[in-house]
Structure formats: structure tokens, C-alpha cells
């Protein structure tokens, strides 16, 4: 009467992705669910999720994404829908478009940044709806 399904495998761990440290890709990577970078990419990320760049985590290439939390090095274009937060050992070089960003003290932050006030979807070719423009350098 009461059959449980069993739960996948990927439902017991959680759903999120995760490059240790020492680990280095190259090449893009799309998830569905949220990653977590402690290693290094020379490639482009995609995600409707959130990435979480790690202190020892590096990127250069692009990224699209939900949210994202940077403590380590970025180098690229970074689109952000909702929440870009900066942690204050983190190094940004590029350009940055996010719907609401955080940028903590000590953080090193050389980027031309758009912030829209609501960022419904990004298009692949990085053109989003209309905001305002802030430039930070």
C-alpha cells in the first residue's frame, strides 16, 4: 500500500559537484546542479546553480550561472543572475554582469562591472535586459 521509492543515488549525496584541490581541467563544463571549485579550470562553466570558487580554486574562461561566491582567482567574463558575493582574498580580472553584488574588504577587484536590477535570463551571447551600468576598475 505504502511502496517508497528509493532515493538515487545523486539525491543521497546532494546535488553538488565538487573539483578538489591538486585536480586541474581544461575544457567547459555545464551542470544542473550547484559546483563547488577547489581546483583549476581553463575552460568556460555553466550552471543553473551556484559556483563556489574555493581559496586554492581558479578559472579563466567564462562563467553563467545562478549565484556564485569567489574566494580564489577569476580571469574571464563572469554572468551572474542573481548573487555575485567576493570574498576579501579573491582576485577578479574581466568583465562582471550580476543582478546584485557583494565585495568584501582586501578583495582585488580590476573588472568593468554591469549590475541589472533584475537579471531574469542571460542570453548565450551575453546580452541581458535593460539596468544600469556601474564601471569599477
Not at 14 to 22: F, H, L, Q
Not at 31 to 60: E, M
Not at 104 to 133: D, L, N, R, Y
Request: aromatic share 6%.
Amino acid at each position: 500500500m505504502f511502496e517508497k521509492k528509493p532515493k538515487s543515488y545523486t539525491d543521497l549525496l546532494g546535488k553538488t559537484n565538487r573539483i578538489v584541490e591538486g585536480t586541474s581541467l581544461q575544457g567547459d563544463i555545464q551542470s544542473q546542479a550547484d559546483f563547488r571549485l577547489d581546483g583549476h579550470l581553463i575552460g568556460n562553466f555553466q550552471s543553473n546553480g551556484k559556483i563556489v570558487i574555493g581559496p586554492a580554486g581558479s578559472v579563466k574562461g567564462d562563467i553563467v550561472c545562478k549565484n556564485a561566491d569567489i574566494e580564489g582567482y577569476f580571469e574571464g567574463k563572469i554572468q551572474v543572475q542573481e548573487m555575485l558575493n567576493i570574498k576579501g582574498k579573491a582576485s577578479i580580472h574581466g568583465e562582471v554582469t550580476c543582478a546584485k553584488l557583494s565585495v568584501e574588504p582586501g578583495a582585488e577587484f580590476s573588472a568593468t562591472c554591469v549590475m541589472k536590477s533584475q537579471v531574469k535570463s542571460i542570453a548565450p551571447h551575453g546580452t541581458t535586459q535593460s539596468g544600469t551600468t556601474a564601471q569599477a576598475q
